[in-house]
């Protein structure tokens, strides 16, 4: 059975940092490319983060560019995502994804809230 299980999520302050992991389960992880997305209330999910198979590549969006950076380690099969400087509009809940050809595996998401 596939499994994409986020966690790391929460409040945090302005200009604080938190650390999403995604543990995958079910399938040959090392194959997919991961992705981290999210979704803000009233809005559509966008794509924040990915990530090669073998970790070699990376994109951001750049509204994350340079405060937010993801990772993978096939050994643990897991992907991370690391986030610092945080702003209010980060607020959203997150979801990892994982894609093969026309294969995708979507995880239930964490809730990060970025407040004062």
């Known amino acids: 059975q596939v499994q994409l299980v986020e966690s790391g999520g929460g409040l945090v302050q302005p200009g604080g940092s938190l650390r999403l992991s995604c543990a995958a389960s079910?399938?040959?992880?090392?194959?997919?490319?991961m992705n981290w997305y999210r979704q803000a209330p009233g809005k559509e999910r966008e794509l924040v983060a990915d990530i090669t198979s073998a970790g070699g590549n990376t994109n951001y969006a750049d509204s994350v560019k340079g405060r937010f950076t993801i990772s993978r380690d096939n050994a643990k099969n897991t992907v991370y995502l690391q986030m610092n400087a945080l702003k209010p509009e980060d607020t959203a809940v997150y979801y990892c994804?994982?894609?093969?050809?026309?294969?995708?595996?979507w995880g239930q998401g964490t809730q990060v809230t970025v407040s004062s």
């Open positions: 994804k994982a894609h093969f050809w026309a294969r995708n595996y």
């Open positions: 079910g399938f040959t992880f090392s194959n997919y490319a």
